[in-house]
C-alpha cells in the first residue's frame, strides 16, 4: 500500500458537522481492510480532537498519514493555546464555554480518551498562539501499545 496523506478543515461552530472526520477515516479504512479495531482506535482519538477543536480553538486543521505500519493525525489550530497541559490532561478538566456544555460537550475526558487509545501523542501548545497535537496508532500488535 503506498502512503495515503488527506487533509480536512474543522469549521469554527459548525456542529452540526462534528464527527464528519471521524466518520470519513472510518469508511476508508475499511475500504483499505483496516482492522476494526485500529478503525475503532483511529474513529475515537480523531472524534475527541475534532471536538476539542470545535469547542476550544473555533476550529482548525486535521492532517493524516496512513501507511501499512501507523496511522499519523496531526490536528493544528490557532486558539487561544493551552495555558497548562499537564491541567488539561487531567479527567474532568474543562475550560469548555457553557454553550458547548450546554450541547452535551465539555465534560474534560477528550483529552483521557485519546490517551487511552493511541499509542503515542504529542501536544505543542503556546498561549495566544495555538496547538499541534500529533497522535499515532500503530497497526502491527508488535508496536502498539494499546491492543
Same mark, same amino acid.
Given at each position: 500500500?503506498?502512503?495515503?496523506?488527506?487533509?480536512?478543515?474543522?469549521?469554527?461552530?459548525?456542529?452540526?458537522?462534528?464527527?464528519?472526520?471521524?466518520?470519513?477515516?472510518?469508511?476508508?479504512?475499511?475500504?483499505?481492510?483496516?482492522?476494526?479495531? @485500529?478503525?475503532?482506535?483511529?474513529?475515537?482519538?480523531?472524534?475527541?480532537?475534532?471536538?476539542?477543536?470545535?469547542?476550544?480553538?473555533?476550529?482548525?486543521?486535521?492532517?493524516?498519514? @496512513?501507511?501499512?505500519?501507523? @496511522?499519523?493525525?496531526?490536528?493544528?489550530?490557532?486558539?487561544?493555546?493551552?495555558?497548562?497541559?499537564?491541567?488539561?490532561?487531567?479527567?474532568?478538566?474543562?475550560?469548555?464555554?457553557?454553550?458547548?456544555?450546554?450541547?452535551?460537550?465539555?465534560?474534560?475526558?477528550?483529552?483521557?480518551?485519546?490517551?487511552?487509545?493511541?499509542?503515542?501523542?504529542?501536544?505543542?501548545?503556546?498561549?495566544?498562539?495555538?496547538?499541534?497535537? @500529533?497522535?499515532?496508532?500503530?497497526?502491527?500488535?508488535?508496536?502498539?501499545?494499546?491492543?
Amino acid at each position: 500500500m503506498e502512503n495515503i496523506k488527506l487533509n480536512y478543515t474543522v469549521e469554527n461552530n459548525d456542529f452540526l458537522n462534528m464527527g464528519q472526520v471521524s466518520n470519513n477515516m472510518r469508511q476508508k479504512l475499511k475500504e483499505l481492510n483496516f482492522s476494526s479495531e @485500529i478503525i475503532r482506535r483511529v474513529a475515537t482519538v480523531l472524534y475527541q480532537g475534532e471536538i476539542n477543536m470545535l469547542i476550544h480553538a473555533g476550529g482548525g486543521r486535521i492532517d493524516i498519514d @496512513i501507511s501499512e505500519e501507523c @496511522i499519523t493525525m496531526t490536528l493544528i489550530d490557532k486558539g487561544p493555546g493551552i495555558e497548562n497541559i499537564e491541567e488539561a490532561l487531567v479527567d474532568g478538566y474543562s475550560t469548555a464555554s457553557d454553550h458547548a456544555k450546554s450541547l452535551g460537550f465539555g465534560e474534560g475526558t477528550g483529552f483521557s480518551s485519546m490517551i487511552k487509545f493511541r499509542d503515542e501523542m504529542q501536544i505543542y501548545s503556546e498561549p495566544g498562539v495555538g496547538t499541534t497535537l @500529533i497522535m499515532k496508532i500503530f497497526t502491527s500488535v508488535e508496536n502498539s501499545e494499546n491492543v
